[in-house]
């Protein structure tokens, strides 16, 4: 009876590998998904902390002028969105920031640099409704 047992959970341990490694591929592509969303999650909580660092500057006066185009992705990451500026002789690039999840409804700070990448101007736009 004891060798029975055993032969039977030999073949149920046996026949279980053969289905997990039937299924390796779906099971590897579903860690990747969950891995790749874990970064995602931490992407964008680097977002939001360093769009909060920038409006807390801007607020505090801790954005200065002259600041090297550089040293504000150092800071504050990459923006939304980066225009370039032909229509105006002074200026030639316009950083975009706002919140990294909420696409409408959020407070925007746009940061303005000089044909020498510095910093020369920013606006702050408050949430509509605030």
Same mark, same amino acid.
């Given at each position: 009876m004891?060798? $029975?047992?055993?032969?039977f959970c030999s073949l149920l341990i046996f026949l279980s590998g053969c289905a997990i490694l039937e299924h390796k591929d779906q099971l590897l592509t579903l860690k990747r998904l969950g891995d790749d969303q874990a +970064?995602?999650?931490?992407?964008? $909580?680097?977002?939001? $902390?360093?769009? $909060?660092?920038?409006?807390s500057d801007i607020n505090g006066g801790l954005l200065k002028k002259?600041?090297?185009r550089q040293?504000?992705?150092? +800071?504050?990451?990459e923006p939304i969105s980066i225009k370039e500026i032909k229509?105006?002789?002074?200026?030639s690039e316009q950083f975009a920031y706002r919140h990294p999840e909420q696409f409408f409804g959020s407070e925007k700070a746009y940061l303005f640099f000089d044909?020498?990448?510095?910093l020369v101007e920013w606006l702050y736009e408050p949430?509509?409704?605030k």
């Open positions: 004891f060798r $029975k047992i055993i032969l +970064r995602q999650e931490q992407f964008i $909580k680097r977002q939001e $902390k360093n769009f $909060k660092l920038l409006l002259g600041t090297t040293q504000i992705l150092s +800071r504050y990451g229509d105006d002789s002074r200026l044909q020498n990448q510095a949430a509509p409704g």
